[in-house]
Nanobody
Framework: QVQLVESGGGLVQPGGSLRLSCAAS????????MGWYRQAPGEQRELVAI???????NYADSVKGRFTISRDNAKKTVYLQMNSLKPEDTAVYYC???????????????WGRGTQVTVST
């Protein structure tokens, strides 16, 4: 069974920083992408940042220049460094990974349970 476990959320003032981590565990044969999505109250879940196995990245326009995604393949862990946080960054942040379980022929998406990020005075 695959698990994605997030950590690092919390309350921060506008302009502050947070670092999210997400570790994948289980019988994982290969990982294609690891990334982060977020969902604010009353809004749809949206992509924040994602990185593929080759290191290519994609960011939402709203976070470019402020957020940085990184990945430790050996640890099966993805990070999201969030700087210059704004109140509109407040949301539940979900870790996502497209991966293949050992013994399976195809890969699919897995999700973490989410971690709350609140940017407020």
């Amino acid at each position: 069974q695959v698990q994605l476990v997030e950590s690092g959320g919390g309350l921060v003032q506008p302009g502050g920083s947070l670092r999210l981590s997400c570790a994948a565990s289980g019988s994982i044969a290969s990982i294609n992408t690891m990334g982060w999505y977020r969902q604010a109250p009353g809004e749809q879940r949206e992509l924040v940042a994602i990185m593929d196995s080759g290191g290519s990245t994609n960011y939402a326009d709203s976070v470019k220049g402020r957020f940085t995604i990184s990945r430790d393949n050996a640890k099966k862990t993805v990070y999201l460094q969030m700087n210059s946080l704004k109140p509109e960054d407040t949301a539940v942040y979900y870790c996502n990974s497209n991966l293949r379980v050992a013994g399976d022929y195809t890969s699919r998406d897995y999700w973490g349970r989410g971690t709350q990020v609140t940017v407020s005075t």
